[in-house]
């Protein structure tokens, strides 16, 4: 069973930048489709971002062209960099591991989570 634990979060004004990583043990991540959901208080955990053990991306509409999803297989780490944040992405950012296609219902891991907080 893999590990993930996720780094980066933090406060930062509209149209700032941030970088999240999401950093697996035991077991590697190169044999995983991986993924960044986010969770706003009293709402539901939503898709953001995938990328798949070949490479290929996937983005929810609310973030295509902001966000770009990336994985570093050699350090066993998923990132999500973050650009032209606004309020409306504020919430507690989650990473994931699953079979391909990701999908809640199937990821086998979910790493505790890192609070993004956009001020207007």
């Known amino acids: 069973q893999v590990q993930l634990e996720e780094s980066g979060g933090g406060f930062v004004q509209s149209g700032g930048s941030l970088s999240l990583s999401c950093a697996g043990s035991?077991?590697?991540?190169?044999?995983?489709?991986m993924g960044w959901y986010r969770q706003a208080p009293g709402d539901e955990r939503k898709f953001v971002a995938a990328?798949?053990?070949?490479?290929?991306?996937y983005y929810a509409d609310s973030v295509k062209g902001r966000f770009t999803i990336s994985r570093d297989n050699a350090k066993n780490t998923v990132y999500l960099q973050m650009n032209s944040l606004n309020p409306d992405d504020t919430a507690v950012y989650y990473c994931?591991?699953?079979?391909?296609?990701?999908?809640?219902?199937?990821?086998?891991?979910w790493g505790q989570g890192t609070q993004v907080t956009v001020s207007s």
């Open positions: 035991g077991r590697a991540l190169s044999t995983y489709s």
């Open positions: 994931a591991a699953g079979p391909h296609p990701l999908s809640k219902v199937v990821v086998s891991a």
């Open positions: 990328i798949s053990w070949r490479r290929i991306t």
